[in-house]
């Protein structure tokens, strides 16, 4: 579908190239549900878009008691790591700290001026994240702004991300829409892209929860992060909450034995029927025999090249300094109209 595309580019008319913006927060360590619903996304798509791969950072101080200067720097570093890790390509694609531009937290205070209240109060990430610490700063509260400006900047169209972020996508369309109609039109309004399987990949020990950063820091079954060796992963899968039976169809399964399926579907793109077949009757033995494989198969070459790239002196923060260059080009113009528009 990607080779045709760019065929038809070629010999027509050449259509502007789509432009994606997304993100992930560096907190915590990268499990297999951010790969499928996310990075692996990207990579997928990558030739077919202009695309920005930011690391959120600044949207890690929203939770301040979580955070350690020196840990928060690594783990940036990890998460740039494991988007050119997990296939994209970094010299076609740009690649960046949030922090290293300005305009994110400049425009993030003008949209955050015409967001009503209203709608931030109704994000159900912000009443999850909030109930869950002793003290709210207003920057969880505000989170939405800043993640409106990391998409408007880049007059993105389209935001690859898994299913929990559709609400942020939405509401950064609204935000765009109101500003657009109090000051004149400057931001295109954005698309989510979800994977139609895989956008919601659930915990192992809790296959009714959305596989978390923050859950499997506390709990050790919960989820496979991207560096884990092929004995952790082994060990994780194998013990998955299922049920007592041996169904193993999509739409009669329960939770967590659906969980493994889509899991085993979305890493192999074998046709439901025939995995139905292989594992409908059998013991969850074979099936979750089945997925360890597939995960530890696509975990491999994640972390060689990992370790390649990480071993590499300079070689990262070189690519985050002209990550934060291209992207500054186009942030800043995106800004400056902004300021025109409202008469900074
Ligand atoms: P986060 O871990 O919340 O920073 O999310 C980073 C990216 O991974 C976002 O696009 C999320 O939508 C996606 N993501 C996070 N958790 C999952 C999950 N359990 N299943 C699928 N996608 C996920
Ligand atoms: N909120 C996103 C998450 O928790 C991270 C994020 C920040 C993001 N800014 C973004 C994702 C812009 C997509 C586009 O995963």
């Known amino acids: 579908m990607v080779e045709g595309q760019i065929e038809s580019a070629q010999t027509s008319a050449p259509p502007r190239k789509k432009i994606v913006l997304s993100g992930v927060?560096?907190?915590?360590?990268?499990?297999i549900g951010n790969y499928i619903g996310a990075l692996s996304l990207w990579a997928q798509q990558q030739h077919e878009f202009k695309n920005y791969f930011m690391i959120?950072?600044?949207h890690a101080l929203t939770i301040p008691e979580n955070i350690k200067a020196k840990e928060l720097r690594a783990s940036s570093r990890r998460v740039a790591a494991l988007y050119i890790a997990s296939g994209i390509d970094p010299e076609e694609n740009v690649i960046f700290l949030q922090s290293a531009l300005p305009a994110h937290p400049y425009l993030a205070w003008i949209?955050?001026?015409?967001?009503?209240?209203?709608?931030?109060?109704?994000?159900t990430q912000f009443k999850t994240?909030?109930?869950?610490?002793?003290?709210?700063?207003?920057?969880?509260?505000?989170?939405?702004?800043?993640q409106a400006a990391d998409i408007l900047l880049y007059q993105a169209d389209y935001v690859p991300v898994g299913e929990d972020q559709r609400q942020h996508v939405e509401l950064t369309r609204d935000i765009a829409a109101r500003f657009n109609h109090l000051f004149g039109k400057c931001f295109?309004?954005?698309?989510g892209l979800y994977r139609s399987t895989g956008a919601r990949v659930m915990g192992f020990d809790d296959?009714?929860?959305?596989?978390s950063k923050s859950l499997a820091e506390q709990r050790s079954g919960h989820a496979v992060n991207l560096l884990d060796p092929p004995n952790v992963v082994k060990k994780t899968i194998m013990s998955a909450v299922t049920d007592s039976g041996n169904e193993a169809r999509f739409e009669h399964a329960s939770p967590g034995v659906?969980?493994?399926?889509?899991?085993?579907?979305?890493?192999?793109?074998?046709?439901?029927?025939?995995?139905?077949g292989r594992f409908h009757g059998q013991g969850y033995g074979s099936l979750k025999k089945a997925v360890t494989e597939v995960v530890v198969e696509t975990l491999r070459p994640?972390?060689?090249?990992?370790?390649?790239?990480?071993?590499?002196?300079?070689?990262l923060d070189d690519l985050l300094a002209s990550g934060a260059e291209r992207a500054g080009e186009v942030a800043n113009r995106t800004l400056a109209k902004a300021r025109q528009l409202t008469g900074l």
């Not at 949209?111 to 994000?123: A, D, F, I, S, Y």
């Not at 109930?131 to 800043?146: I, K």
């Not at 969980?259 to 085993?264: A, K, M, S």
Request: hydrophobic share 30%; charged share 25%; aromatic share 8%.
């Open 258 to 276: 659906r969980n493994l399926l889509e899991l085993y579907e979305v890493l192999t793109k074998e046709p439901r029927e025939q995995i139905e």
């Open 25 to 31: 927060q560096p907190t915590g360590v990268l499990h």
């Open 207 to 211: 296959p009714t929860a959305k596989m």
């Open 129 to 146: 994240k909030s109930g869950q610490t002793e003290s709210v700063g207003t920057g969880l509260f505000t989170y939405p702004a800043l």
């Open 302 to 315: 994640i972390q060689e090249r990992y370790q390649q790239i990480t071993s590499e002196p300079g070689y």
């Open 111 to 123: 949209l955050g001026c015409v967001t009503p209240m209203g709608w931030l109060e109704r994000m």
């Open 56 to 58: 959120a950072d600044m």
């Open 188 to 191: 295109r309004l954005p698309e």
